[in-house]
């Protein structure tokens, strides 16, 4: 399996799971639900829905720690749209995408 360390700015990935420490901070933190307060999707929630829709992300920028970026328009039970930029920071979660 290749590291998200090998992940170049243009490259495209599929998310593919939850990694279990990620999973189990969030869990903790009380953010398993779906939506804030305010109606921003919760992480994991958009983490469930890239999982559930195969979307491939592209990466746009590599952070000053290595750690590649994508942007993601998540769509809400009532057909908001809200953009959300979240890093890879496991190699157990995404694969390429072929596409």
């Known amino acids: 399996m290749p590291s998200y360390k090998?992940?170049?700015?243009?490259?495209k990935i599929i998310i593919s799971s939850i990694n279990k420490?990620?999973?189990?901070?969030?869990t903790?933190?009380?953010n398993d639900r779906k939506y804030y307060d305010d109606?921003?999707?919760?992480?994991?929630?958009?983490?469930?829905?890239l999982?559930?829709?195969?979307?491939i992300v592209t990466i746009y920028d590599i952070?000053?720690?290595?750690?590649?970026?994508?942007?993601?328009?998540y769509k809400t039970d009532n057909n908001e749209v809200q953009e959300h930029t979240?890093?890879?920071?496991?190699?157990d979660t995404?694969?390429?995408s072929e596409a």
Request: negative net charge; without cysteine; charged residues 25%.
């Open 63 to 73: 952070d000053e720690y290595g750690y590649p970026w994508f942007m993601y328009e």
């Open 28 to 30: 903790s933190q009380g």
């Open 94 to 96: 995404w694969h390429l």
């Open 6 to 11: 090998d992940l170049k700015v243009g490259d």
């Open 51 to 55: 999982i559930d829709t195969k979307h």
């Open 21 to 26: 420490e990620e999973l189990d901070y969030h």
């Open 39 to 49: 109606g921003g999707a919760t992480t994991l929630e958009v983490i469930r829905q």
């Open 86 to 91: 979240m890093a890879v920071m496991h190699d």
